[in-house]
């Protein structure tokens, strides 16, 4: 049973495409999260959406834009993809009263040629 | 800004001897602090976390972490490093809206 799962797990495409990337958690957690991680391992936080509300915003460009339909669910829609967008996102979700951790699904490599 | 430090890139160590990994974090606000691991082609795994109480942390697959408050640090151990350890680990801190910022990473490679 995948806690948190996303799809695809790996994207290529071209540079000025749309593509979309799906994540779905069934831990029953209220808060759910995108991290891109680059070549060099760094994660950054994306966004973070606490009961379908978006409370972490960082600074990304407006090609991209999540949607969460339920707390179940935080997709990932991203427009014009550029060169630089190519990284591995990852997927987490935690449960936010008590501090707890963070669960984090396998990752989408994405690849823009 | 809350943040966390990993000084070293990559750690080397010996099959069966202790292994460290670095963290210090800064100072400001309440350290709610974090280990993860990342196996490659994997998603991130919670290992442990300090956010009151015990200075020293227990953790999954034997690690373990001691909270330092005068020397703001919150290092990872194990007594005895396994080839299976090797990978790459992280240090975290929550902050304000729960956001987590990570540290750069450090490489541990267990050497047989």
């Known amino acids: 049973d995948t806690a948190v799962s996303q799809t695809p797990k790996y994207l290529v495409t071209q540079m000025g495409n749309d593509k979309s990337i799906k994540c779905e958690q069934n831990?029953?957690?209220?808060?759910m999260y995108w991290y891109k991680q680059d070549s060099k391992k760094f994660l950054k936080i994306m966004f973070s959406?606490?009961?379908?509300?978006?409370?972490i915003n960082e600074t990304v460009p407006n090609r991209f834009s999540p949607k969460s339909p339920d707390k179940a669910h935080l997709n990932l829609h991203i427009n014009s993809l550029e060169l630089g967008d190519s990284a591995v996102y990852f997927c987490?979700?935690?449960?936010?009263?008590?501090?707890?951790?963070?669960?984090f699904g396998p990752g989408t490599r994405l690849t823009v040629l | 800004a809350q943040s966390v430090a990993q000084p070293e890139d990559q750690v080397n160590v010996a099959e069966g001897n202790p292994l460290t990994v670095k963290c210090t974090y800064s100072?400001?606000?309440?350290?709610?602090l974090f280990w993860y691991v990342q196996y490659p082609n994997r998603g991130l795994q919670f290992l442990l976390k300090?956010?009151?109480?015990?200075?020293l942390v227990k953790g999954s697959y034997g690690f373990e972490a001691e909270f330092n408050k005068s020397q703001t640090s919150f290092h990872l151990k194990k007594p005895s490093a396994l080839v299976s350890d090797s990978a790459l680990y992280f240090c975290?801190?929550?902050?304000?809206?729960?956001?987590?910022?990570f540290g750069t990473g450090t490489k541990l490679q267990v050497i047989p």
């Open positions: 987490a979700s935690s449960q936010v009263q008590g501090n707890n951790e963070q669960f």
């Open positions: 831990l029953g957690h209220d808060t």
């Open positions: 959406y606490n009961n379908k509300e978006l409370i």
């Open positions: 100072v400001s606000g309440n350290p709610y």
């Open positions: 300090y956010i009151t109480g015990d200075n």
């Open positions: 975290a801190r929550r902050g304000g809206y729960q956001k987590v910022t």
